[in-house]
T-cell receptor, first 114, second 112 residues
């Protein structure tokens, strides 16, 4: 099994540009989570999907952030327009049936907004 | 509001020493997970504790869940350089969130 796949691994962009982060969960997992990690705030849950449906998006910082899961094998997190304070490592994780079971994390995307 | 407080934030000790790190909260969790994260990688699950008072052992690592299911500790015996990493605790089912609520972690460095 390839594990959770995220792309790109690194992204450097300028303020105001659109950024799209991609995630392929582990086959057979029906829950997908997007997290953001910074030194100041640690690891924060942004949004959680179950069976491709957004269940909890209370962690999404503001309207500039949006996430989609068009099918069971693909999800995107989009930031438009990006700002320097969005710089962080963004992780995608998947699990079978929610957070009560082990979450498997991808390697993360390190985003730098100049 | 940080639901899970981890202490210490940073810890550097010599190989062979013992250590304990803590994870405390005012919230009750249905279960609590401990993850370890290495630089450039995502967190990897070490253990899940579910029952108040539960103790789980994973080789030299001992995990304990508080009786009230609000706090937990991780004890490492005879630390090795390979134990170096960021140790994160994560609560499940607290504060109304469906995802995991993570602490900020303990950065552990084991020096040879």
């Amino acid at each position: 099994d390839a594990g959770v796949i995220q792309s790109p691994r690194h992204e450097v962009t300028e303020m105001g540009q659109e950024v799209t982060l991609r995630c392929k969960p582990i086959s057979g997992h029906n829950s997908l989570f997007w997290y953001r990690q910074t030194m100041m705030r640690g690891l924060e849950l942004l949004i959680y999907f179950n069976n491709n449906v957004p269940i909890d998006d209370s962690g999404m910082p503001e309207d500039r952030f949006s996430a989609k899961m068009p099918n069971a094998s693909f999800s995107t997190l989009k930031i438009q327009p990006s700002e320097p304070r969005d710089s962080a490592v963004y992780f995608c994780a998947s699990s079978f049936s929610g957070s009560y079971n082990e979450q498997f994390f991808g390697p993360g995307t390190r985003l730098t907004v100049l | 509001t940080q639901l899970l407080e981890q202490s210490p934030q940073f810890l550097s000790i010599q190989e062979g020493e013992n250590l304990t790190v803590y994870c405390n909260s005012s919230s009750v969790f249905s279960s609590l997970q401990w993850y370890r994260q290495e630089p450039g990688e995502g967190p990897v699950l070490l253990v899940t504790v579910v029952t108040g008072g539960e103790v789980k052992k994973l080789k030299r690592l001992t995990f304990q869940f508080g009786d009230a299911r609000k706090d937990s500790s991780l004890h490492i015996t005879a630390a090795q350089t390979g134990d170096t990493g960021l140790y994160l605790c994560a609560g499940v089912g607290g504060g109304g969130a469906d995802g995991l609520t993570f602490g900020k972690g303990t950065h552990l460095i084991i020096q040879p």
